[in-house]
C-alpha cells in the first residue's frame, strides 16, 4: 500500500519546506505570528482533504506535479533569501 505513494514522497518533504519558507517571509514582513500560523494550519488541511480526494487522479501526473512543487520551492527559496538580506541590510543601515 505505501508503495502506491513513494512517487509523492519528495512532494511531502518539498511541501514542509515551502512552508518553513513561507513562515520566514511572513516574519520579515512583520505578520502577526498568530495569524500566520493560523492560516498555515488552514493551508495544510485544505492540502490534506485534497490529497485524500485528488489522489488517485493524480498518480499519473505524480513526475510533474513532484517538479513543478520543487521548482515552486526554489523560487521561493531564492524570494525568501532575496528579501532576508535586503531586510538586514535596511536594519543595519538604521532605516
Given at each position: 500500500m505505501l508503495e502506491e505513494?513513494?512517487?509523492?514522497v519528495g512532494l511531502i518533504i518539498f511541501g514542509n519546506i515551502e512552508n518553513l519558507i513561507l513562515a520566514s517571509q511572513?516574519?520579515?514582513?512583520g505578520v502577526n505570528?498568530?495569524?500566520l500560523g493560523l492560516?498555515?494550519?488552514?493551508?495544510?488541511?485544505?492540502?490534506?482533504?485534497?490529497?485524500f480526494v485528488a489522489t488517485?487522479?493524480?498518480m499519473?501526473?505524480?513526475q510533474y506535479i513532484t517538479f513543478i512543487g520543487g521548482l515552486?520551492?526554489?523560487i521561493l527559496g531564492?524570494?525568501?533569501?532575496?528579501?532576508?538580506?535586503?531586510?538586514?541590510k535596511q536594519v543595519k543601515r538604521g532605516e
Open positions: 505513494f513513494l512517487p509523492f511572513g516574519v520579515v514582513g505570528p498568530k495569524v492560516l498555515s494550519i488552514f493551508i495544510v488541511i485544505i492540502w490534506l482533504v485534497i490529497g488517485d487522479v493524480a499519473q501526473y505524480s515552486a520551492i526554489v531564492i524570494k525568501s533569501i532575496v528579501d532576508a538580506v535586503r531586510h538586514i
